[in-house]
């Protein structure tokens, strides 16, 4: 099991001011492991970033609301997440990761305590798709809940996941802009075809955080800004961002999550464009009832 660089302790000021009930919509709590142990078929070790740690960078970015996203260190050992959850007053909510053989009263007792979506992940070097029978079986088991699904998935394999997208009965999530690659241009396929998605397809949502995951510049990522902007001109009412914070898995430079708040508003210099995003969008899908 590999350590895993930690994150940036010091994030700066940023100099965009976040309106009234902004939502950071892809985070994660670690451990800490004294209380929350890190699952023993984990690929890596984190460094401790429990639920204090989360709130106070939240509240040094002025952001008020969040997403809290299951980690794979913790596997489908949900406490963690739910713990935070039930500490944030109702400014949090939750994304688990569940087994197939989960029960009904334990998807309930998730619903509960916040969680409000399933993820998977179907990046090929991550270790690719779900078995496809749990997979389904589990959308339509969340569908009674009002639930979503998030996926990890490299735009460059959505020819071949499209006839299961299009299928989804459920809103379904891309992190990270799809993983497309700065490097191979804003006129890449892969890129294309996430474009085309979120204009075909009105289930589908997009997350533009992991600018750094996409960069080929480094920090602070300005190159990852065509991106993002390509994607709310395409969905403006189906984009999510997010912190990634604490950054797992980092190959190159770790963000500063102050400058991300600022990177984030040169994705679009609309006021209104940038509330639907941070409060709005987040609202419909993890605040509606």
Same mark, same amino acid.
């Given at each position: 099991m590999k350590t895993i660089k930690p994150y940036d302790e010091n994030p700066v000021k940023p100099a965009y001011?976040?309106? !009234?009930?902004?939502?950071?919509?892809?985070?994660?709590? $670690?451990? /800490?492991?004294?209380?929350?142990?890190?699952?023993?078929?984990?690929?890596y070790t984190p460094k401790d970033a429990g639920f204090d740690t989360l709130r106070a960078l939240h509240d040094h970015l002025g952001i008020e609301r969040a997403v809290i996203v299951q980690a794979s260190c913790h596997g489908t050992d949900n406490?963690?997440?739910v713990d935070a959850i039930a500490r944030s007053n109702g400014r949090y909510r939750g994304v688990g990761m569940v087994d197939?053989?989960?029960?009904? !009263? @334990?998807? @309930?007792?998730?619903? =509960?305590?916040?969680v409000?979506?399933?993820?998977?992940?179907?990046?090929?070097h991550l270790g690719g798709a779900p078995d496809p029978?749990? $997979?389904?079986?589990m959308v339509n088991r969340v569908k009674g809940l009002g639930w979503h699904v998030v996926l990890h998935l490299d735009a460059q394999d959505i020819p071949h996941?499209?006839?299961?997208?299009?299928?989804?009965?459920? /809103?379904f999530i891309i992190d990270h802009m799809g993983r497309a690659k700065v490097a191979?241009?804003?006129?890449?396929? /892969?890129?294309? @075809? =996430?474009?085309?998605l979120m204009h075909n397809n009105e289930r589908s949502w997009v997350k533009i955080s992991g600018a750094e995951r996409i960069s080929k510049a480094g920090r602070p990522f300005a190159d990852a800004i065509p991106f993002a902007s390509a994607l709310i001109e395409a969905a403006p009412?189906?984009?999510?961002?997010?912190?990634?914070?604490?950054h797992p898995n980092i190959s190159g430079d770790m963000p500063n999550d102050g400058e991300l708040v600022d990177l984030f508003a040169r994705f679009t210099d609309n006021d209104d464009l940038r509330t639907r995003i941070l409060v709005d969008n987040p609202e419909r899908l993890y605040w509606a009832d």
């Open positions: 001011e976040m309106p !009234a009930d902004a939502c950071d919509a892809h985070c994660h709590v $670690f451990g /800490p492991a004294n209380h929350f142990p890190y699952s023993p078929v984990s690929t406490r963690a997440m197939g053989d989960v029960t009904d !009263a @334990e998807l @309930e007792a998730l619903h =509960l305590g916040g409000r979506g399933i993820r998977y992940n179907f990046v090929a029978d749990v $997979f389904d079986r996941y499209l006839p299961l997208l299009n299928s989804l009965p459920i /809103p191979d241009g804003i006129k890449q396929q /892969p890129f294309q @075809e =996430l474009l085309a009412d189906r984009v999510l961002w997010g912190t990634d914070f604490p």
